[in-house]
């Protein structure tokens, strides 16, 4: 397992950036593991926006269909439980692929702009938002079980545009689901007691960045 603490780069095309994404880093990544390694991946696209980086960059890269397999590149769809539904049917066609040794490695990216008190985007509630890193991790685990080995699983950060006072917990509650679910390593971290509650999405500006 790894945690790269970075953004998203899940909406630059091969020709130029876009939104915060300066380059196609999951595009980059993924077929330099294919071409030196061998191995095909999939994205866990918890961002509240649809991570088209790869979907774009199909016809400039052919082999990246190959390194990312159709399919492999998962943006729940929806709101709220419609959403966890979604990702809970998906997870279970990728589940198929692992086993089937399809898809080699896993990277997880649960954007904190998919939380409903984020300016620029909000699908779920805090519990919902939690529920989701609950059912990756859980995921997870039931694969290690059926393959009697870990599965390769790297984690980023991806969008999150609220106060840092925010977005920070909110990572910090899903590393810490992650190492009690995966790693069996007690935290003693609350999600629900350093998560502040109630904040207004436009608290950080909405639509108003500023050079002051
Ligand atoms: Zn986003």
Redesign the pocket.
Known sequence: MALSPTS?FHHATPGRGDAFCTFSGQVIAALKLYREKGVSGAFLDL???FGNSIEHSRAFAPDLSLAVPVGANINPAGEGQGYLDDLQKKLEMLKEQILAKRIHYVVFCH?A?SHENDP??GQLSTEQWLEASRMVYGWVKEIDTARGAPLPLSLSL??GYQHMDFVLPLHASDLAICLETLCGVQTGFQPEERIPQGIEPNWYGKGQWSTE
């Open positions: 998203g961002d509240a926006h954007g702009d620029y985007g991806f969008g």
